[in-house]
């Protein structure tokens, strides 16, 4: 499939509603498009770990008969929508990416599945996932490209709407596993502030999120609010702020580039494209600050380069526990990753989880003070493209099967939300621009991106 930015058109939702509220089109037909594409695309992209295709048509039914009767639930009432296959859902495995365990007994329906339920989203099926959320990537392709990554963990989730299958998915990020993949299959995504969507099961990881990929960032953000709204947020945190009517667009006034280990992993062809969209922006009457100017980014950059290592000493301390239930259960069907890890991790003392969060710490009290500097901080949402599949048997240690995560740790580390947007092409593939915001500031850092939407699309 081509791809060009300034053109492509992806899979939309919220425009859809107005239709069925006047009787030109429903929520069963709008699914049975979205069944044709995904009979037609699923042979090669492999975004779907299971379905329930019937369910989903009696589902679509029921939303059709409320939308006749004028009395829709939400603004996502008959929306398709995939499941990241780490969220557990009742009446479908939840296989956590493990080769063999795909007929894992389905669980609960985790907080965010419910509340998608109670909104009268439409439940098509579990998208697949690297295997418990890590490097060991899923079957999944590249909707622009089989021969390369959708990125990981939430592999299928974006390649299911950039292939467009369904209008949105349920992803999750402790890394950089929402918004690398965004980029790479050229879908919107928010990976929200910290605790804004109630995680359910998934409360073992720290710094872990629920967030939302889309064709739109209408869609994105109805999911996100009408999710928050019924789910609350994580215990003990207040959730997500904000309406599902989508934010105003809003132009920022100044807006800090994210540089460091990131940029200097970049590849040319994606810097040339990312510093085009900077000389773009100033054109709008929006200043660029970057680290030289100004004290306090600079500040910031100078605790980034353990940033990667400080995600990876976080997430293996608290993995310990779910790896050695794993092992115990299942040790044979787990990869040499986890086997990995699982060893790394019986090594790891208090003292260095705590060294971590003091890392961990550190960043955000330095990201905070960033809310006087700018509007939001930006960056390229990956180094470069997708790059080619590769059998992770045989990876080098430096090799990264499903995509190098180093701009997205950061926003995962201070807990911030951040946006991943379809704004680049790069070799005929797509590219994000992340935007990264200060906690809470989730509708204002949406507003920006409607702005940037509009604004810079078709540079």
């Not at 296959?85 to 907080?111: F, K, M, W």
């Not at 100017?293 to 990876?312: I, K, M, Q, R």
């Not at 470069?384 to 048997?393: K, R, S, T």
């Not at 926003?411 to 092409?425: I, M, V, Y």
């Amino acid at each position: 499939m081509s791809y060009d930015h300034r053109t492509f058109e992806r899979l939309t939702y919220f425009d859809a509603r107005a239709r069925f509220l006047a009787g030109e089109d429903t929520p069963s037909a709008y699914l049975e498009r979205c069944i044709g594409v995904i009979e037609a695309c699923e042979p090669v992209v492999k975004a779907w770990a299971s379905l329930r295709l019937e369910a989903a048509r009696r589902d679509a039914e029921a939303s059709a008969a409320r939308y006749r009767a004028g009395r829709p639930l939400s603004t996502i009432d008959g929306m398709p929508i995939g499941i990241k296959d780490l969220i557990a859902t009742r009446d479908l495995p939840t296989a956590l990416g493990i080769v063999g365990n795909e007929q894992a007994a389905g669980l609960d329906d985790s907080a965010s599945v419910l509340a998608l339920k109670d909104a009268g989203a439409i439940i098509v099926g579990k998208t697949t996932t690297a295997e418990l959320g890590g490097g060991w990537p899923s079957p999944s392709t590249n909707p622009f490209d089989p021969g390369r990554t959708p990125g990981g963990s939430s592999s299928g989730s974006a390649a299911a709407v950039g292939a467009g299958m369904v209008p949105a998915t349920l992803g999750t990020q402790v890394a950089g596993s929402i918004l690398r993949p965004a980029s790479f299959c050229g879908t919107v995504a928010i990976k929200p502030t910290m605790g804004a969507i109630h995680r359910g099961e998934g409360l073992e990881l720290s710094h872990s999120c629920i967030g939302v990929l889309a064709g739109s960032l209408e869609d994105m953000w109805a999911v996100t609010a009408e999710v928050a709204a019924r789910s609350g947020g994580d215990p003990g945190y207040p959730g997500l702020y904000g309406e599902p009517t989508t934010p105003a667009a809003a132009r920022p006034r100044r807006l800090a580039v994210l540089e460091g280990p990131g940029w200097e992993a970049t590849e040319p062809a994606a810097r040339a494209a990312f510093l085009d969209i900077l000389t773009a922006i100033a054109t709008q009457d929006v200043q660029i600050v970057r680290r030289a100017d100004d004290e306090a980014l600079e500040s910031f950059h100078e605790a980034l380069p353990s940033a990667f290592a400080t995600v990876g000493a976080i997430v293996t301390y608290e993995n310990r526990t779910l790896l050695a239930n794993l092992m115990a259960r299942m040790p044979d069907k787990l990869s040499p990753a986890a086997h990995a890890q699982y060893e790394r991790g019986r090594k790891l003392t208090v003292e260095h989880y705590r060294a971590a969060l003091a890392a961990r710490e550190e960043l955000r009290l330095r990201h905070a003070r960033l809310a006087e500097v700018c509007d939001a901080v930006i960056s390229p949402s990956a180094p470069g493209v997708a790059p080619p599949l590769i059998d992770p048997n045989t990876a080098s240690p430096a090799q990264l099967p499903t995509g190098n995560p180093i701009f997205n740790v950061i926003p995962s580390l201070t807990g911030a939300p951040a946006l991943s947007l379809p704004l680049l092409t790069v070799q005929g593939l797509p590219l994000g621009v992340q935007f990264m915001g200060q906690w809470h500031e989730d509708q204002k850092l949406t507003g920006l991106g409607a702005w940037a939407m509009q604004a810079l699309r078709t540079t």
